[in-house]
């Protein structure tokens, strides 16, 4: 009995041996080395500190593992004064050669991701630790990537002689298993979404969007989403959208199909002379608030339960110029804001070009906005 039990510890042991030896499986499809990123449109988090980066210039969508996943309930407060002169300093540069393209808050652990593009054309992905800038090495990491299908040639350009395959991805969100893309095809109508499942496979759908635009007083099929995000209104999920000279615009999501050609319900014109460049979603006391930020308007916070009260859609031209119409909306006392994102259910992270002409990465609380 006791050499039974003693080649069953045996055997035991070396079960563990080999199962400690065994690869862990990999869910998502992952595997590890350099991550060819030529550009950073848009950056944003889905599941398991799973950071997609968009990148127009090579069309491809690269999920990256951050191996970042130890949860914290609330962040603590970021504050970076001068952000940009520091990026520039870690890189041995000047402010000038830097942009902040985006920045994302991973969900799980708070921690600040923030994506730059160099004047020489060179993508840099960096996170915070607490007030240090550090690098990710994306030349050796965890990784997939898709190719965009149908997007603007490199010879293209648009009137004013900007490169259109800059523009094939203009934001990036992941909801319900799937990142979203807004940005351009090459198709009739440029103005695209794009939906493509996580893991990544050689599915991806896209349709074409037409909305009616009252700052300029006709139906534009061309124009891509600079910023979206998704909302469930009246029980129904939609794709909420803003476009420069700012409209706003809702699609219902279970009418994206691909293939389709889809027009969107303008509930709002918020102003012309004016880019929306991020939008989030805060609640407080049980009522979601929209909120975007703007090339040159204030914050703006809508309230969702007016968009689900407005039953209507502009079809008319705005007539005074600069005028709004249709969803009430407040303006913030927070100008220059060039990102944000939620930090957490109490605190907005914020980027934001001070009037004295610093930049400067800190921490809202989010009371204060609603």
């Given at each position: 009995m006791k050499k039974i039990y003693f080649f069953t510890a045996i055997?035991?042991?070396?079960?563990?041996?080999?199962?400690?030896?065994?690869?862990i499986p990999n869910p998502y499809g992952l595997k590890?080395?350099?991550?060819?990123?030529?550009?950073?449109?848009?950056?944003?988090?889905?599941?398991?500190?799973?950071?997609?980066?968009?990148?127009s210039k090579s069309a491809m969508v690269f999920a990256i593992d951050t191996k970042d996943k130890t949860m914290?309930?609330?962040?603590?407060?970021?504050?970076?004064?001068n952000i940009d002169q520091k990026i520039a300093a870690a890189l041995g540069t000047e402010a000038k050669n830097v942009r902040i393209q985006d920045i994302a808050v991973n969900p799980i652990s708070k921690k600040v991701y923030i994506a730059v593009q160099s004047n020489d054309g060179t993508p840099l992905l960096l996170t915070l630790e607490g007030d240090k800038i550090v690098p990710v090495n994306l030349k050796d990491i965890s990784h997939s990537s898709i190719s965009i299908a149908n997007v603007p040639g490199d010879d293209m350009k648009d009137r004013n002689g900007r490169p259109l395959r800059d523009q094939s991805i203009s934001d990036l969100n992941y909801a319900d298993g799937s990142v979203m893309l807004s940005g351009l095809s090459n198709q009739e109508f440029g103005s695209t979404f794009r939906?493509?499942?996580?893991?990544f496979s050689d599915k991806q759908e896209q349709a074409s969007l037409e909305i009616y635009h009252a700052a300029h007083g006709k139906f534009e099929t061309n124009a891509p989403i600079r910023t979206f995000t998704?909302?469930?209104?009246?029980?129904?999920?939609?794709?909420?959208?803003?476009?420069?000279?700012t409209p706003l615009v809702l699609f219902p999501l279970d009418e994206l199909k691909p293939g389709k050609h889809v027009k969107g319900r303008t509930v709002a014109e918020f102003g012309a002379g004016n880019s929306p460049v991020d939008m989030i979603t805060l609640k407080k006391d049980g009522i979601s608030y929209l909120f975007m930020a703007n090339t040159n308007r204030p914050v703006m916070r809508i309230n969702y339960k007016n968009i689900e009260s407005?039953?209507?859609?502009?079809?008319?031209?705005?007539?005074?110029?600069?005028?709004?119409?249709?969803?009430?909306?407040?303006n913030l006392p927070?100008?220059?804001v060039l990102q944000m994102d939620k930090l957490d259910e109490t605190q907005v992270l914020v980027l934001q070009r001070r009037a004295n002409g610093d930049l400067d990465l800190y921490t809202a609380r989010a009371d204060r906005w609603m």
């Open positions: 055997g035991a042991a070396f079960i563990i041996l080999l199962s400690a030896n065994r690869p590890q080395g350099a991550a060819e990123i030529k550009s950073i449109s848009a950056i944003s988090f889905g599941p398991d500190g799973i950071l997609f980066i968009g990148d914290v309930e609330k962040a603590t407060a970021t504050e970076v004064k939906k493509i499942s996580f893991p998704t909302a469930e209104l009246n029980g129904k999920k939609y794709l909420v959208a803003s476009y420069t000279c407005y039953e209507g859609t502009l079809t008319e031209p705005i007539k005074e110029s600069y005028g709004t119409a249709g969803v009430s909306f407040t927070a100008v220059n």
